[in-house]
C-alpha cells in the first residue's frame, strides 16, 4: 500500500455525461500527477498539479481539467465522455525537491466504463 | 521511434529461473528509470529505481542501466509463480515536469 487513495474505484457513465475522479496523496507528497492506462498499454501521463496550479500537461484534450486542494489532494473531471475515455485512471504522488527524484507512487485506480 | 520501448512478451520462465526484461528509451538526457510491477486489474508498484549506470541489487531484483546505450534491465533472480505480471518501464521526460514516459509492459508467466 503507497498510502494514495482513489475514489471511486468503478464508475459506469454514459457517452456525453461528465466525471468527477478524487485522489489523496501520500503523506508528505506535494505532488500529484494523473495517467489514463487503456487496455494492454501502458499509462499516459495526462497533467500534473504542484503548489495548487497545472504544471505540465500531456496529449489530452481541454475536456480533461483538474484542480489541486491546499491539502494537496486532487481531482480529475473529463467533461462531454467519449467511448475511448474507459479506461484504468491512476492518480500518482511524489514529493518535488526529494533527492530521489521523480519517484511516483500510484493508488489503486478508478475503472472509468463509457458505454 | 517509440520514448520507451519494450518487448510486450509473453515471456514465459520456469519457476527458480533468471527473468530477463529489457528496456530502450530515446531521450539521451534522461537521468533517472524506474520499473514498476502491475498485476492484473490492479495499480503499477514501484520495485526498482536506478540513476548511474551499473546495477542495483534489491532482494532478487538487479536493475541494470547503460546510458551510452540508452538500455535498461530488469534481472528476477529466483523466478517465484509470485513474480507473474507486466512490468513497466518508465522514464521521466525531463524538463521540471516529472512526466513519466513508459513503455508498453512485458508480461512476465512463471511457470511453476
Known amino acids: 500500500e503507497t498510502g494514495v487513495t482513489q475514489s471511486p474505484t468503478h464508475l459506469i457513465k454514459t457517452r456525453g455525461q461528465q466525471v468527477t475522479l478524487r485522489c489523496s496523496s501520500q503523506?508528505?507528497?506535494?505532488?500529484v500527477s494523473w495517467y489514463q492506462q487503456a487496455l494492454g498499454q501502458g499509462p499516459q501521463f495526462i497533467f500534473q498539479?504542484?503548489?495548487?496550479?497545472?504544471?505540465g500537461r500531456g496529449n489530452f484534450p481541454p475536456r480533461f481539467s483538474g484542480l489541486q486542494f491546499p491539502n494537496y489532494s486532487s481531482e480529475l473531471n473529463v467533461n462531454a465522455l467519449e467511448l475511448d475515455d474507459s479506461a484504468l485512471y491512476l492518480c500518482?504522488?511524489?514529493?518535488?525537491?526529494?533527492?530521489?527524484?521523480?519517484?511516483?507512487?500510484f493508488g489503486p485506480g478508478t475503472r472509468l466504463t463509457v458505454l | 521511434q517509440k520514448e520507451v520501448e519494450q518487448n510486450s512478451g509473453p515471456l514465459s520462465v520456469p519457476e527458480g529461473a533468471i527473468a530477463s526484461l529489457n528496456c530502450t528509451y530515446s531521450?539521451?538526457?534522461?537521468?533517472?528509470f524506474f520499473w514498476y510491477r502491475q498485476y492484473s486489474g490492479k495499480s503499477p508498484e514501484l520495485i526498482m529505481s536506478?540513476?548511474?549506470?551499473g546495477d542495483k541489487e534489491d532482494g532478487r531484483f538487479t536493475a541494470q542501466l547503460n546510458k551510452a546505450s540508452q538500455y535498461v534491465s530488469l534481472l528476477i533472480r529466483d523466478s517465484q509463480p509470485s513474480d507473474s505480471a507486466t512490468y513497466l518501464c518508465a522514464v521521466p521526460q525531463g524538463g521540471a515536469t516529472n512526466k513519466l514516459i513508459f513503455g508498453t509492459g512485458t508480461l512476465l508467466a512463471v511457470q511453476p
Open positions: 503523506s508528505g507528497h506535494n505532488t
Open positions: 536506478i540513476y548511474s549506470n
Open positions: 498539479y504542484y503548489r495548487e496550479e497545472e504544471n
Open positions: 500518482a504522488s511524489n514529493r518535488i525537491g526529494d533527492r530521489v527524484y521523480n519517484e511516483q507512487f
Open positions: 531521450d539521451r538526457g534522461s537521468q533517472s
